[in-house]
C-alpha cells in the first residue's frame, strides 16, 4: 500500500506573528486527528520555518527520539545536559529525550532556517537522555536510530537518478527538495508517501534539478 500525502494538506501550526511557522505531517497539539497518529515508528514529522532570531524557547521532552534535518540556514541547539551546537545543511542531529530533558531550538543567524524534525516512539520508555550531531552525513551511510528500530536513509539524486527504497515493514519517504516519481505518483516538495507491504519501489528524481528524500525504514 502506498498512501500519499500532500504538503498542501499539513495542519498550519507555530506563531506566524513571531516568525515560526510549522507544517505537521500528523496528529499534533490542538490538532487531533485519530486516524492520523503515528506510521511505524514516527509519532511527527514537522516541516519548521524560522525566520532570523525566531526560536523555541526551552521545553520538555520524554519517551522520545528527535531527529532533526536541516534543510537550509543554521539552526542552534542548547540542552539541560550541557549541550549546544550548530546544525547546518547536511547535518542530521539526534536528541533522545530518555526519562526527561529541555531544550532551546532558535535561528540565531542572518539567514531563514528550514528544517525537518522527526520524533519516533522508543522501543522501550525511560533511560538516560543523549544527544548526537552527525556533520555532512553521506547518501551511502544510513543513520541508525536503533532505540526506536529505525534507519533514516538520506538520498540526493541527480536529474533522472532512480533510488531502490529500502524493504521493510515501515517506510516513509519525505521529499525534502525536487520532484520524484515513485510507485506511479508524482511527489512535489513537501509531500511524503507510507508504504507498507510494497514490493521493493524504486524512486526517480522527475526535476531538473533533481531532488532530495528522507527514507525510514522501520521494523514496526
Not at 38 to 53: T, Y
Not at 98 to 111: F, L, P, Q, T, Y
Not at 197 to 209: C, M, R
Amino acid at each position: 500500500m502506498i498512501d500519499v500525502r500532500r504538503s498542501g494538506d499539513r495542519y498550519r501550526g507555530g506563531e506566524p506573528g513571531t516568525g515560526i511557522e510549522t507544517f505537521h505531517a500528523f496528529s499534533f497539539g490542538p490538532h487531533y486527528d485519530p486516524d492520523n497518529l503515528r506510521f511505524g515508528a514516527i509519532l511527527a514529522c514537522n516541516e519548521e520555518r524560522l525566520a532570523p532570531g525566531a526560536g523555541f524557547d526551552e521545553h520538555p521532552h520524554s519517551h522520545t527520539e528527535i531527529v532533526t534535518w536541516v534543510a537550509e540556514g543554521e539552526l542552534t541547539h542548547r540542552d539541560s545536559t550541557g549541550h549546544e551546537s550548530v546544525v547546518r545543511r547536511g547535518d542530521v542531529q539526534r536528541l533522545s529525550a530518555g526519562g526527561g530533558v529541555r531544550h532551546v531550538e532558535r535561528n540565531d543567524g542572518a539567514d531563514p532556517l528550514v528544517f525537518v524534525q522527526m520524533w519516533l516512539s522508543p522501543l522501550a520508555p525511560g533511560g538516560d537522555p543523549s544527544y548526537e550531531v552527525v556533520h555532512g552525513i553521506a547518501d551511502s551511510t544510513p543513520y541508525a536510530v536503533p532505540a526506536a528500530g529505525a534507519l533514516l536513509h538520506v538520498r540526493r539524486l541527480s536529474p533522472q537518478e532512480r533510488t531502490a527504497l529500502p524493504s521493510a515493514p515501515f517506510v516513509y519517504v519525505h521529499v525534502v527538495r525536487g520532484e520524484v516519481r515513485l510507485g506511479g505518483a508524482d511527489l512535489r516538495q513537501g509531500d511524503a508517501a507510507r508504504l507498507t507491504g510494497e514490493a521493493p519501489l524504486e524512486a526517480a528524481a522527475t526535476s531538473p534539478t533533481g531532488a532530495e528524500l528522507l527514507v525510514w525504514e522501520m521494523t514496526g
